[in-house]
């Protein structure tokens, strides 16, 4: 930020008049303000769709319960319509200056709007011709729980203050709640044995966006550090309950995380967004070194 500011003022002294000046230093900002290649997945919503639908598969398959393709589909279709519409709602609800992905909502909000009302309805058509009752089911509920959450942080903005973490946490459960539908559709009476694998996801989605909310917000708009404590206790403990691939993953991505925000010092706030969601990644890696 500093590089470009001194650049520009730099080159606003140089030109044969100051409209020219103006634009030369104008062009250089806009020019080193490009967004890098791999920041795109970001803005364009597609890393939480790609890390739903992997740990939707790896869970699955850890419980050796097989997924209909339509419900890989659905879910993809169902995460970024959602995450298109938040972001649309913060961008309209909040300063649009604050993230890149904020901005981009920000300034394409017709495009981002659109892409949410396109997403959402297919996911329901795919959903409906593709599978059978009880993932519908499953499906209603979590949306019930998301319609709920929507409620909760975008109609109580004033209220999200004296609970801090509360989007984060939310958004971990909801996540994972989503992901296990395939499982929760297929559960009997008893607890099932996939539970504390399900519940040590959600510990580290929760950790995920805490993190990256703490890397982001300024510290009095942040969740506290004991937020980020709970939701990665929750996941290493689950996951000592879970299957052992899974606990690999699990405990992987906690570890990552981890030591992501060791190095956040060195990392750039951009490249941080990035690796956060690249380090949910790890069933990948357990399925090839398994």
């Given at each position: 930020?500093?590089?470009?500011?001194?650049?520009?003022?730099?080159?606003?002294?140089?030109?044969?008049?100051?409209?020219?000046?103006?634009?030369?230093?104008?062009?250089?900002?806009?020019?080193?303000?490009?967004r890098p290649w791999w920041l795109w997945p970001n803005l364009l919503s597609l890393?939480?769709?790609?890390?739903?639908?992997?740990?939707?598969?790896?869970?699955?398959?850890?419980?050796?319960?097989?997924?209909?393709?339509?419900?890989?589909?659905?879910?993809?279709?169902?995460?970024?319509?959602?995450?298109?519409?938040?972001?649309?709602?913060?961008?309209?609800?909040?300063?649009?200056?604050?993230?890149?992905?904020?901005?981009?909502?920000?300034?394409?909000?017709?495009?981002?709007?659109?892409?949410?009302?396109?997403?959402?309805?297919?996911?329901?058509?795919?959903?409906?011709?593709?599978?059978?009752?009880?993932?519908?089911?499953?499906?209603?509920?979590?949306?019930?729980?998301?319609?709920?959450?929507?409620?909760?942080?975008?109609?109580?903005?004033?209220?999200?203050?004296?609970?801090?973490?509360?989007?984060?946490?939310?958004?971990?459960?909801?996540?994972?709640?989503?992901?296990?539908?395939?499982?929760?559709?297929?559960?009997?009476?008893?607890?099932?044995?996939?539970?504390?694998?399900?519940?040590?996801?959600?510990?580290?989605?929760?950790?995920?966006?805490?993190?990256?909310?703490?890397?982001?917000?300024?510290?009095?708009?942040?969740?506290?550090?004991?937020?980020?404590?709970?939701?990665?206790?929750?996941?290493?403990?689950?996951?000592?309950?879970?299957?052992?691939?899974?606990?690999?993953?699990?405990?992987?991505?906690?570890?990552?995380?981890?030591?992501?925000?060791?190095?956040?010092?060195?990392?750039?706030?951009?490249?941080?967004?990035?690796?956060?969601?690249?380090?949910?990644?790890?069933?990948?890696?357990?399925?090839?070194?398994?």
């Amino acid at each position: 930020m500093f590089a470009r500011a001194a650049a520009a003022g730099i080159l606003s002294g140089y030109g044969p008049g100051s409209g020219d000046r103006s634009r030369l230093a104008e062009s250089f900002v806009a020019v080193t303000d490009s967004r890098p290649w791999w920041l795109w997945p970001n803005l364009l919503s597609l890393d939480a769709p790609a890390v739903a639908v992997v740990w939707q598969r790896f869970l699955a398959a850890a419980a050796g319960v097989e997924v209909p393709v339509g419900a890989t589909v659905a879910l993809a279709l169902v995460v970024w319509g959602i995450y298109l519409a938040d972001r649309w709602l913060d961008a309209r609800g909040g300063p649009a200056g604050r993230t890149d992905r904020h901005r981009f909502a920000a300034r394409y909000p017709q495009a981002v709007a659109g892409l949410a009302a396109v997403a959402l309805p297919a996911a329901g058509a795919v959903a409906g011709v593709d599978l059978p009752f009880a993932y519908l089911e499953a499906g209603g509920t979590v949306a019930v729980v998301s319609v709920g959450y929507f409620a909760v942080v975008h109609l109580v903005r004033s209220r999200r203050a004296a609970y801090p973490g509360l989007k984060e946490s939310s958004v971990g459960v909801v996540f994972a709640a989503g992901v296990a539908i395939p499982l929760i559709a297929g559960a009997g009476a008893a607890v099932p044995g996939w539970l504390p694998g399900v519940a040590a996801f959600a510990g580290v989605c929760g950790l995920n966006c805490i993190l990256i909310s703490r890397w982001e917000e300024v510290p009095a708009a942040a969740p506290p550090g004991w937020a980020a404590l709970a939701a990665g206790g929750l996941a290493a403990g689950a996951a000592v309950a879970a299957s052992p691939p899974v606990a690999a993953a699990v405990l992987a991505s906690v570890g990552l995380l981890a030591g992501l925000n060791v190095a956040r010092i060195w990392v750039s706030t951009r490249g941080l967004r990035v690796l956060a969601d690249a380090v949910l990644l790890t069933p990948l890696a357990v399925a090839v070194l398994a």
